[in-house]
């Protein structure tokens, strides 16, 4: 296993990338009501990225069709945007990708539509939350377990569980490099993070059980039980003195 770790220079063009994935992410905010398609969400982040001068880096991956990958309440990650409307008390998962000038962005985030439940505002939060638990933990000298760890423990403090079958991942001049970054299992194991190392870190958090399965499209991914499932990540570098989140919103 290879892990890259980034120059200052570096970082700083991961993040330029990654503000282009901001953009597109705020832009699907202000649109976002029911009535619209995900094939729409898809056309607009698409156009924000290629006006920002990004590359939608999804599109084409291993034949991903679109820009954007959507999962709507208990989908939880790889949906390809079709023709469904969304409707009020729906939570949407979207998740996208830039490349600028050879380096990569990756952010999700699981939005509500119209008047949601208290069940299904709450998985939000709380996810939302578990992603923040798990990036303040990284640290020069933390093990890269210690980011998996703290995410399963607030999740399931609160009564979730985490996917196993997904995973984070480094991001830099790859949209995906290593390490995997599981949001799951012991503290104090795996690589020591070091400044320089950028990971892509992506808690899938469901309010039954942790098992999923693909849907024969060979890409949507929902909860095995049904159950909703909520999807948050950001791409953090590991500073000197912590961590920066290089697609702050
Ligand atoms: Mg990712």
Redesign the pocket.
Known sequence: MAINYRSEEEIEKIRKANAIVVAAHKRLEEILKPGISTKQLDREAETVILDLGGRPSFKGYRGFPNTLCVALNNQVVHGIPDKTVLKSGDIIGL?L?AEREGYYG?A?QTLPVGEINEEALKLIEVTKEALMKGIEKMKPKAHLSDISHAIQQFAEENGYQVVRAFV??G?GSKP?EDPQVPNFGPPGRGPVLREGMVL?I?PMVNIGGSDVEVLDDQWTVRTADGTLSAHF?HSVAVVEDGFSILSEF
């Open positions: 998740d990708g990756d999700a984070g991942h991001i995906h892509a992506e990540e």
